[in-house]
């Protein structure tokens, strides 16, 4: 199938490291992404990491990577409240279309 | 910079009505991109264009009616809509289509409500 999986919810405490996890459905998939949404707004480009790479970091965003059991994360490190989103991950599909497949969303809360 | 401008940001239309949504970006990308998202729900694609020629259409129910004048603006034509059809209507664009070029910039949406 083409259900990429997010759990639903995460709560964390300001200044505590957040980890939002996802698994893929494709194995072939070139890159996997990370976005994020705020209420009412678009989605904005977190990072995107390149299938043959293990870890990326940016700034306080870290992405690991284990292709062998097809599942992503993104770490923030020292969250804040303006961090409070939801969080999609999304894998490029590699049959021709390219089209994204969106996971079904993290809603991340941070609390003061 | 890698802004897509989307207009208008609300909409409220009735059934019967004609609309347009505009999405328009200058960073020089040739595929465009809409979706449709229900609330706290994933978005769903619903077309692709690539140099201007539809290259995906999801089986789209044809009240919605995409068009590319150009490189720079993607217009989605509204026609007949259901209330079903009220959702966050977000445009994207990318350098093309395939890997590495297709990292998609999501315009802020419009909000759709059909009465």
């Known amino acids: 199938g083409e259900d990429v999986e997010q759990s639903l919810f995460l709560s964390v405490r300001e200044g505590d490291s957040s980890v939002i996890n996802c698994t893929y459905t494709d194995s072939s998939s070139t890159y996997l992404y990370w976005y994020k949404q705020e209420p009412g707004a678009g989605l904005q480009l977190l990072t995107y990491i390149f299938s043959n790479m293990d870890m990326k970091q940016d700034q306080r965003l870290t992405v690991l990577l284990n292709k062998k059991d097809k599942h992503l994360s993104l770490r923030i490190a020292d969250t804040q409240t303006g961090d409070s989103a939801i969080y999609f991950c999304a894998e490029s599909i590699t049959t021709g279309t390219y089209k994204y497949i969106f996971g079904t969303g993290t809603r991340l809360k941070v609390l003061a | 910079d890698t802004e897509v ?16 949504l505009k999405c328009e970006q200058h960073m020089g990308h040739r595929a465009m991109y809409w979706y449709k998202q229900k609330a706290k729900k994933p978005p769903e694609l619903m077309f692709v264009y690539s140099y201007e020629k539809l290259s995906i259409n999801e089986s789209v129910p044809s009240r919605f009616s995409p068009e590319c004048p150009n490189s720079s603006l993607l217009n989605l034509h509204l026609h007949a809509l259901q209330p079903e059809d009220s959702a966050l209507y977000l445009c994207a664009s990318s350098l093309g ?19």
């Open chain 2, 5 to 20: 401008t989307q207009t208008p940001k609300h909409l409220v239309m009735g059934m019967t009505n004609k609309k347009s």
């Open chain 2, 97 to 115: 289509q395939g890997p590495p070029k297709n990292i998609q910039y999501f315009g802020a949406g419009t909000r759709l409500s059909v009465l």
